[in-house]
């Protein structure tokens, strides 16, 4: 493959955070209108690969790019290993742990990737969208307990109201007035009213 430097359009010297800005760029580039499916898709493919090498160099020291032969050469074989992305989870790094998620190709995302991808979701209140992907996780590989286990316990939650209840609660405290409170003000009002001789409300 190319370097992968070049395709991300960055120098080998770039921060991790220049990769990841890079990666983020081109992705929103490449996923925008401006291009057809099928050259969006390969060229996808081709930041996704390189992010991925340059994410695993990083990280592997026995990785290495070599310029003198424009290769990338891996001592060991690159798969799409999810352990690494489970410890960026447990350790809190979740947009450390996205990036690495949204960096695999649509074409090798398992059970696995949805089941992290809804736990990413849901550790950012995105129930809605942790639920889809959990879903997914679930009906590519049924008989795991995990996956069952996480759909599980947010679906009770949609279904008990937990998650509608918490916002209920969050919209009562910002205003305490309602429909009953407005009109118990209007009728102590007319009362005041009328005792100095007006009426505010005929009818009443």
Request: charged share 25%; net charge negative.
């Amino acid at each position: 493959m190319r370097n992968p430097y070049d395709v991300l359009g960055i120098p080998s010297s770039a921060t991790i955070e220049q990769v990841k800005d890079a990666y983020r760029k081109l992705s929103a580039e490449y996923q925008s209108d401006k291009y057809s499916p099928e050259n969006s898709s390969r060229k996808m493919d081709e930041i996704n690969e390189a992010y991925d090498n340059i994410i695993y160099s990083r990280e592997n020291s026995n990785s290495t790019y070599s310029s003198s032969d424009n290769s990338y050469n891996n001592s060991a074989q690159y798969s799409n290993d999810y352990t690494d992305i489970r410890a960026k989870i447990n350790e809190g790094r979740i947009d450390d742990a996205e990036i690495r998620l949204d960096g695999i190709s649509p074409t090798q995302r398992n059970a696995e990737w949805y089941f992290l991808k809804g736990t990413v979701n849901h550790k950012r209140g995105w129930f809605e969208e942790a639920k889809k992907n959990f879903t997914v996780a679930c009906q590519m590989e049924p008989s795991n307990a995990e996956y069952r286990n996480a759909f599980a316990s947010l679906n009770n939650n949609f279904t008990s109201g937990g998650y509608r209840t918490k916002q209920r609660s969050a919209n009562t405290e910002k205003s305490d007035c309602g429909v009953c409170d407005i009109c118990s003000a209007l009728l102590c009002a007319d009362c005041c009213c009328e005792c100095f001789g007006g009426d505010l409300i005929p009818c009443c």
